[in-house]
């Protein structure tokens, strides 16, 4: 059962700690600034939640002014639970892969640091082989259009932290809101 008392979800009207459900998967990315990241994907069909938080660090249940502060080594990130007879993990990474630049390392775009990397962190060994044999294949695509490699790392998903409860959402809140999210054409 779940927290009632957590914050709902503001598209999906579910408590936002809420457990996967049996026969969903979970997948977390990191494409830099997580407002608009989280938009892009609550819009899909087969996503059942989403969130932004916190992941890849190693402080216990960072702010958000600790992750921007530098030092935490947390990458912001949105957390996403699927159904995966919907919507595959191979359709969420072409998202992932088309929607920011990957060769940046430690930004995208304006956004400057470790906390806006590029991350994609698996849940199981199956999301981590479409990653990585997606990974070559994206930055192959990449090279003969003359881009760098990819800086993105393919890592476990560790703790996750939910971020303060007036980011979740941000931009259904706030529709105008500041969004950094962008390919590479």
Known sequence: MF??????HRIFDRPLDAPVPPGFDELILG?????????????LDGVYMTSVGFDGGHVDHPSYREVCGGGTGHAEVVRLVYDSS???TEQLLRI?????????GNRQGNDVGDQYRSVIMYT?????ALAEASKIDY??????EGFPKITTEIV??????LAEDDHQQYL????????GLRGLA
């Open 31 to 43: 494409m830099g600034c997580y407002w608009g990241v989280e938009r892009l994907f609550w819009q």
């Open 96 to 104: 992932f892969w088309e929607n920011h630049n990957p060769t940046q």
């Open 139 to 144: 930055d192959n695509r990449l090279a003969v």
């Open 156 to 161: 476990p998903a560790g703790p996750y932290w």
């Open 124 to 128: 199981n060994d199956h999301q981590r």
């Open 86 to 88: 919907r919507i595959s």
């Open 172 to 179: 259904d809140r706030y529709p105008d809101g500041y969004c």
């Open 3 to 8: 927290d009632m008392t957590a914050p709902l």
